[in-house]
């Protein structure tokens, strides 16, 4: 295995963002809009595919002290700034705050959900008078297809081939990929050409240790931090991950202008991904050089599973593919045993997979709390030879059978899942405009 690819990998997958992912890419696309048409805005309308809608609803969006995609769009249009990336919605200015309410209040932002859409689909046309813009993002969350002014396409990936997006990922597509390979080549890489990766664990503990001193969002965080003060929770291994997991979900879901080291895509993910494997190198006083192995690992067994359950979908992401790809850097920082990281990441796979994602909101701390303690406790477990057996479930003889056994259960096992997780979630919306 390559690890040029590896690491390039790493690269694009492991970036900060500024509040939720899925308003951040819908804001990246008004933002490249608004700066094609360069005029004062009469209308916004985004499209936006079910789960880029279930995810945005109801997750604050930083700096504003509201929720959902209607703000993030007005703000990406007014801010013009794409370069920016997923980080677009940093730092808002009171006036670009009014004026994208101002665009709210008189209602002239539209966002609907095209449910032929079944991947990650964004498209913003803004409209001033008869010119008109319009940006289409695919597949990944910053991965602009196309841009189009007053009919010209000015820029497409469909039509050139030239800039069709580097497929980072395909290093880890191959039928002959395994987990025990993947560790083997993160291993042979120095850990020197990994350091870029503590920027993450900086980035993301710092929003810990935001949460556990302040309560945000739902204060879980905060709260586990008062109850282990206070001896009602053991201050241990487990529970450390689980409290500075649960603190930066607090700061991120709750909309504070804190940026998050995201990977696969999510912010969460990010946060599931670094953070108990940290609490463990932290506890077990590991070197940095170890920990940045580590952390490379957690990053590329949660993007190795995200390849095979998609980008979203009906299951957390956080739960079944971060968790264990946070599962595997601990049970690998407490031994490197090949049989009892495929045994932890089987632990998390047996324990969390039907936990269902119903969209981004502050109540997703709670979540990836379970989810890190998860991922502690089976990393534990298996050092003491504790493994669910291949004759349960959706278990199989092997990890990776056992990750494609996981994928079929997200697609299409939970396809009609996820639609009905996002009627509920529309009809409460309904029920609240209407009272």
């Not at 963002?17 to 916004?44: H, R």
């Not at 070197?287 to 990053?299: C, G």
Request: proline share 3%; net charge negative; aromatic share 2%.
């Amino acid at each position: 295995m390559d690890s040029r690819l590896l690491i390039s990998l790493l690269k694009a997958e492991v970036i900060p963002a500024m509040g939720c992912t899925e308003p951040g890419a819908v804001a990246l696309a008004a933002a490249q809009a608004g700066k094609v048409l360069k005029k004062p805005i009469d209308s916004i309308e985004i499209i936006v595919n079910a789960n880029i809608y279930k995810n945005g609803m109801a997750v604050g969006i930083p700096g504003t002290g509201s929720t959902g995609l209607e703000i993030a769009a007005a703000l990406g249009a007014i801010k013009k700034q794409p370069e920016k990336q997923l980080s677009v919605l940093a730092e808002v200015s009171p006036k670009e705050l009014t004026d994208a309410l101002q665009l709210l209040s008189e209602d002239r932002i539209q966002i609907t959900v095209d449910d032929d859409k079944s991947n990650l689909w964004i498209c913003a046309l803004i409209k001033a008078g008869s010119d008109w813009s319009r940006v289409i993002i695919a597949d990944h969350h910053t991965n602009i297809i196309s841009i189009e002014h007053n009919g010209e396409v000015i820029f497409s990936k469909l039509s050139d081939p030239a800039r069709q997006a580097v497929d980072n990922r395909q290093v880890l597509r191959g039928s002959d990929i395994t987990i025990a390979g993947l560790i083997a080549a993160v291993e042979q890489i120095p850990s020197q050409e990994l350091t870029f990766l503590l920027d993450g664990v900086e980035m993301n503990l710092a929003a810990a240790q935001l949460g556990s001193a302040r309560q945000l969002g739902m204060g879980i965080g905060h709260v586990f931090a008062e109850m282990q003060g206070q001896g009602i929770m053991a201050d241990d291994i487990i529970n450390y991950a689980k409290r500075l997991t649960a603190a930066a979900a607090d700061v991120r879901m709750s909309g504070e202008t804190v940026p998050i080291m995201s990977s696969a895509g999510s912010g969460n993910h990010g946060i599931t991904v670094i953070l108990p494997v940290y609490a463990v190198a932290e506890r077990i006083t590991c070197s940095k050089e170890r920990l940045t192995q580590a952390i490379a690992i957690s990053h590329l067994v949660t993007i190795y599973i995200k390849i095979h359950t998609g980008s979203l979908s009906a299951l957390c992401g956080c739960a079944v593919a971060a968790a264990t790809g946070a599962s595997a850097a601990i049970t690998w920082l407490l031994g490197e045993d090949i049989a009892k990281i495929q045994a932890a990441m089987k632990n998390v796979i047996a324990n969390l997979t039907g936990m269902i994602c119903d969209g981004g909101k502050v109540g997703c701390a709670l979540k990836l709390s379970t989810a890190a303690a998860t991922a502690v406790e089976s990393a534990l477990l298996a050092q003491r030879h504790i493994i669910v057996p291949s004759t349960n479930g959706i278990i199989a003889p092997t990890i990776e059978e056992t990750i494609c056994n996981l994928g079929k259960i997200s697609n299409p096992g939970m396809v009609e899942t996820d639609k009905i997780i996002l009627k509920v979630m529309l009809a409460k919306g309904a029920q609240k405009s209407v009272s």
